[in-house]
């Protein structure tokens, strides 16, 4: 445990900084919400609860967020638990493809849903079954279904690792007093990896709750996030969305703070970590055929939208319709994209905020991590909730509240006209800062619930021990309690990259000069070229995928074996 | 070994094809030192490029130097909108404060209020010496910040806002963030008026504004229906739509792609235009010829009386056809709207899923109509996908540029709109690229807004015209395509609906959007037990508009056109709770009623 002074400095420090680069932006901009010519007025929050739609909205938020969950834990657990016992040919390609539904890039997502469930879509040709509206009915399920098949990864990588820390004597000890199969996984592993499950169900339920991109694309808007959205794009000026977005932000700390209450506390430390591995059992013929079926079944449903982004990409305008694949194949599209001045100039964006974000990311969670888990301060529980709203907030919403904190700094006499400062803080100069400090809050949750996760299942003992042979706190931080949780740490950081290289409402608004467009504003801008603007922009939106997937399989080959190691996968 | 060189070199390959296949920089003539212009827009990269090269190469040959186009992309015109506000508040306080002066809480708000200056202190404030004193404060300052422009003071560090719509840039002047580039009276040559040809850009025509003192339109959109020739076919559509009330017929229920005209000023403009079109065909059937009613609005626009006050002359018969078409025209976009799948604020959406065949018809903008149907054909050419504008009418609008306030390069911001005005601009928007004059790599396919770009009685004008229709990428004299034909064509008294501009987007937005599921399931059940002719009862219920917070008509709308913010949270609310029990006591009638 961390010592109670120590704990409160970290504690101080640490909200102050998520005041300065959560909290103010945030502020600047739904203020407008509560102050009416400079008056304090709560009519619109009030509004929020007596129009009917809007409290319906929220709702409906919450039965999706619930739904999504649900049948993203039915999904990836099975798995991370079928890829923790079991060895079978393919596994390692199976286990890295599982990953790929949560990089798919964005605008171009949508074209590739159409392309294969629109009524002269791939599915109905396929299927001959004539003009069938799967975008057009069952809205409600179908949000839930294709959240829940964008979403699991996050909750298969914090299982995985949860099931990789879990010591293997623990479920040995159980069998050993004759409690095995299910009833070993219920009251034993299940418990021990709650944490980890713990950890990706919250991300995956209160992104759920705030999701936007996917009730859009099935054109289901009674719920807060397209109410928020549409709220906020409606030509006429008004408070009121902001309001809603305090309400999300609330019921988002809420449902957080009762998720925590209810499930969270259920932590159960090891006295050792599972670094002696128990061997995965290895599966040939038949058996490691039924054991891959559900990883195959799960990745070929999973990635249809993707297959549809690859094929238009490749497909010659207007050839791909009433047809299971496009008639005709060119690679124009990629010579036009890859060629594009934007393209390089993105790519080297993109890496170079992602890559900064995930380190500012990283310090900070592991401090936040730390305070949360390894003290016990009574203010603890609350800096873990605030580490976790940024998840609840409109994109669009925190790009306007740096935007204004920006333009509010940049007007400063001692930034305006000096070249450092206006470089620094002036985002119509350079946004990097604001790019770097927008993606790091907005991706913070992942990298402290994947760490807090791995340090609730590691016991404080190690660190102790550590202590008591004279290592000082950061040398034992560093030798001892790090590489016991690396899956965790591996496990946050590759969800955090691959978010932020796919980071989309800052990424529009923040940068507005070509020189500083990461890949995401590129492909926005290809995607509005009128006519060949979603082939162009889905070619580069292939790239981007691949490139993010080499990206993975490259830090995979870097760290050699202790990858898989560390996942057992 | 093998396996980690395969991965090595598969990530070399993806990691070098960008760079590899990266085109070389034209080589530019700008160097450091000559000027730049900067620029906020809505418009795509292909826009941005064919402007920029043209404008660098025409300001080298009149000036002798080239200009670097710095252009600022914030994502669409309402964020463009809500940036440039709080850039100016921002960078206007700085100012403020830093000459010592006071900023009371508010005073943002209260400079970008155009109505601030003109209205009195409120009774409770001019009662208060403090609330006083702090008002005055805030005049002072809204009086400053409209009569200040200079780049040394404050601005946005943008000197042109390119593109949107009439409705943003107007607001943008009201809101004192843009400034004349020229005296009105005496625009550069060439311009907006030629020498012979007379006036080349009209200040108004078919109801939308195409300029004014600050902004001036360069550009033309209408529009219009796109629909998908096979979904019609699946649907048992023999006829395909070709007037906005085609589009009501049950058959499209679930499959109209349909533009938000709650996010863009020229999307409600164009169901204001619905609204009117129906307006007219009203009082066309109810017995007054065009030629009367022409003469009978002269009249009242002569008298001057309150709005549906009739001058002597005039029937009240005729005001309540106005009065009663304008209620029609509020069910034809209800219906409308009834069948629609989805509103989207993305101008190529609708297109595109009309192209794919995920929606049977659309409310789409013109070129993005005619560009998409043209990529949609099939392997021989065959088209799958039309765009018409409708036959009864529907408006013109213009894309226009305005001049910031406080902009850092003024005379260079000048010279671009005068680019853009002139002949020489004006060539980009529908020149075939690698025409004399037209652009270089894309075919932008925009129309024009420059009359000698369409023909014309006028012999100046009409050889100008055969000019340009040498080099033309759409034939722009086609009926269907010629938006002075269609403006002309459509005669238009802002009487009958402009002022019911913005109480018609609200409750367009809360009828149609925000009861939309209550509105779908009713409609739906109107048409799966025997259809709106059978269920009469069904179809009143649905039908029915609000009598809170007083009975809903053309004549109350006029009285609701300015509400504050607060009386518009509570008129949206009640209409909101109205509009859901209507549509659902519509659904009990229908299903209660099965054939």
């Known amino acids: ?569 | 070994m093998w396996r980690n060189f395969t991965a090595l070199l598969v990530a070399a390959f993806v990691i070098a094809l960008p760079f590899t296949l990266r085109q070389r920089k034209n080589a530019s003539a700008w160097k450091p030192g000559d000027p730049v212009l900067v620029l906020v827009s809505p418009h795509n990269k292909a826009i941005e490029y064919e402007f920029g090269q043209a404008f660098s190469r025409w300001h080298e040959k009149e000036y002798g130097q080239p200009v670097k186009t710095d252009w600022r992309s914030i994502g669409g015109t309402t964020e463009i909108m809500r940036y440039l506000a709080a850039q100016y508040v921002s960078a206007f306080r700085a100012w403020w404060i830093g000459q010592g002066k006071p900023w009371p809480a508010g005073t943002g708000e209260a400079i970008l209020d155009e109505r601030f200056a003109s209205s009195p202190p409120s009774s409770e404030i001019a009662s208060n010496p403090e609330a006083l004193r702090q008002w005055q404060i805030k005049r002072q300052a809204h009086t400053e910040f409209r009569r200040v422009d200079d780049a040394n003071a404050f601005g946005a560090k943008i000197d042109l806002f390119f593109g949107g719509g009439a409705y943003d840039h107007e607001k943008a002047w009201r809101q004192g963030l843009t400034v004349e580039p020229w005296p009105p009276d005496s625009p550069p040559p060439d311009t907006i008026f030629g020498e012979d040809a007379g006036e080349l850009i009209p200040e108004r025509l078919g109801g939308e504004k195409w300029r004014s003192k600050t902004f001036f339109g360069n550009a033309l959109s209408t529009f219009g229906i796109c629909y998908n020739l096979d979904r019609l076919k699946d649907l048992g559509i023999a006829k395909p739509p070709r007037s906005w009330s085609d589009l009501t017929d049950p058959r499209y229920f679930g499959q109209l792609g349909v533009a938000d005209p709650t996010k863009s000023g020229s999307i409600a403009k164009a169901f204001e235009m619905i609204i009117y079109s129906e307006c007219y065909r009203t009082v066309v059937a109810a017995g007054y010829a065009p030629a009367q009613i022409a003469e009978y609005e002269t009249r009242i626009q002569q008298a001057g009386l309150p709005p549906g006050v009739m001058c002597e002359g005039v029937p009240s018969a005729y005001q309540e056809a106005v009065e009663q078409g304008w209620l029609a025209g509020l069910n034809l976009v209800r219906l409308i709207c009834a069948n629609a799948r989805y509103f989207t604020d993305s101008a190529s959406k609708v297109p595109i899923d009309v192209s794919m065949g995920d929606a049977a018809a659309g409310i789409a903008i013109d070129f993005y109509g005619r560009y998409q149907a043209q990529y949609s054909c099939g392997p021989n050419g065959e088209p799958r996908m039309v765009f018409v504008t409708p036959v009864g009418g529907s408006s013109v609008s213009a894309d226009p540029i305005s001049l910031l306030r406080g902009a850092p390069n003024r005379e260079i911001a000048i010279r671009f709109i005068r680019f853009v005005l002139s002949e020489d601009g004006q060539k980009l928007w529908n020149y075939q690229p690698g025409t004399p004059g037209g652009p270089v790599k894309f075919a932008l396919r925009r129309l024009p807004i420059r009359r000698d770009f369409y023909p014309s009685e006028n012999p100046h004008i009409q050889t100008a015209y055969e000019r340009h229709r040498a080099f033309t990428t759409d034939d722009l004299g086609q009926p269907g395509v010629n938006p002075y034909e269609l403006a002309y064509s459509f005669p238009y008294y802002p009487r009958w609906t402009a002022r019911h501009f913005n109480v018609q987007r609200d409750l367009i937005r809360i009828m149609c959007m925000d009861a939309g599921e209550e509105l779908r399931a009713a409609w739906r059940a109107i048409i799966r037990n025997g259809g709106p002719q059978r269920l009469t009862r069904a179809m009143q219920a649905l039908n029915r508009l609000p009598s809170q917070p007083e009975p809903l008509d053309w004549r109350s709308a006029l009285t609701m056109a300015a509400p504050t913010p607060r009386e518009r949270l509570a008129y949206m609310r009640e209409w909101t709770v109205y509009f859901r029990q209507s549509y659902r006591e519509a659904r009990e009638i229908a299903e209660s009623s099965s054939p």
């Open chain 1, 1 to 569: 445990m961390i010592r109670q002074r120590t704990a409160w400095i970290l504690f101080c420090g640490l909200t102050g900084i998520l005041a300065v680069l959560f909290f103010w932006p945030l502020w600047s901009v739904i203020r407008g919400g509560f102050f009416f010519e400079g008056r304090f007025d709560y009519s619109y929050l009030v509004g929020v609860f007596t129009n009917p739609v809007y409290a319906e909205g929220l709702l409906n938020s919450l039965r999706l967020a619930v739904g999504t969950t649900i049948l993203a834990i039915l999904i990836a657990l099975p798995l991370a638990w079928l890829a923790d016992r079991y060895n079978f040919p393919g596994k390692p390609i199976l286990s890295a493809l599982l990953l790929v539904p949560m990089i798919l890039p964005p605008f171009v997502g949508a074209i590739g849903f159409q392309q294969i469930l629109g009524q002269y879509g791939a599915l109905n040709s396929l299927l001959r079954l004539g003009p069938v509206d799967w975008l057009g009915r069952g809205r409600y399920f179908g949000v839930i279904i294709l959240q829940a098949l964008s979403l699991y990864p996050v909750l298969y990588l914090n299982a995985a690792a949860a099931l990789a820390n879990i010591d293997p004597a623990m479920e040995e000890a159980a069998e050993n007093l004759g409690c095995a199969g299910l009833r070993k996984f219920r009251r034993i592993t299940l418990p021990l990896m709650m944490p980890g499950l713990f950890a990706g169900g919250t991300i995956v339920f209160i992104w759920s709750f705030t999701e936007l991109g996917t009730p859009l694309i099935m054109n289901y808007t009674r719920c807060a996030s397209v109410q928020v959205y549409d709220a906020l794009k409606e030509i006429t000026s008004v408070a009121f969305p902001y309001a809603l977005v305090f309400v999300m932000l609330v019921a988002g700390f809420g449902l957080y703070a009762v998720g925590k209450w209810t499930f969270g506390r259920q932590a159960f430390a090891m006295q050792s970590k599972a670094a002696t591995g128990r061997s995965a059992t290895r599966l040939h013929g038949s058996r490691a055929l039924l054991v891959a079926l559900p990883f195959v079944f799960v990745i070929a449903i999973a990635l249809l939208p993707h297959l549809g982004v690859v094929l238009t990409s490749f497909c010659e305008p207007g050839s791909w319709y009433r047809s299971v694949w496009p008639a005709r194949f060119t690679t124009a599209n990629y010579v036009e994209a890859l060629s594009h001045e934007m393209t390089i100039a993105g790519i080297r964006n993109s890496l170079l905020f992602s890559s900064l974000a995930v380190l500012v990311n990283l310090v900070l969670a592991i401090a936040i991590a730390f305070v949360v888990v390894r003290s016990e301060i009574p203010l603890r529980g609350m800096l873990d909730a605030l580490a976790m709203v940024p998840l609840a907030v409109p994109g669009l919403v925190m790009a306007f509240g740096y935007l204004a904190i920006s333009a509010q700094l940049s007007n400063l006499p001692w930034v305006k006209d000096r070249p450092f400062w206006e470089n620094l803080l002036d985002v119509r100069t350079n946004p990097t800062l604001f790019l770097v400090i927008a993606y790091a809050v907005r991706r913070l949750p992942y990298m402290v619930r994947a760490i807090a996760a791995g340090l609730q299942q590691i016991s404080v003992v190690f660190e102790e021990s550590a202590a008591n042979l004279g290592a000082r706190p950061l040398t034992a931080l560093r030798r001892i309690t790090l590489p016991l949780i690396m899956a965790n740490i591996i496990a946050g950081l590759l969800l955090a990259f691959a978010f932020s290289m796919l980071e989309v409402s800052d990424s529009l608004m923040l940068a507005q000069r070509a020189d500083f467009y990461p890949i995401t504003k590129t492909i926005y801008e290809l995607f509005q070229l009128i006519g060949t603007g979603k082939y162009v922009a889905s070619a580069l939106g292939v790239w981007a995928m691949v490139f993010l997937a080499v990206t993975l399989v490259g830090s995979g080959l870097l760290l050699g074996r202790k990858l898989g190691s560390l996942f057992r996968i």
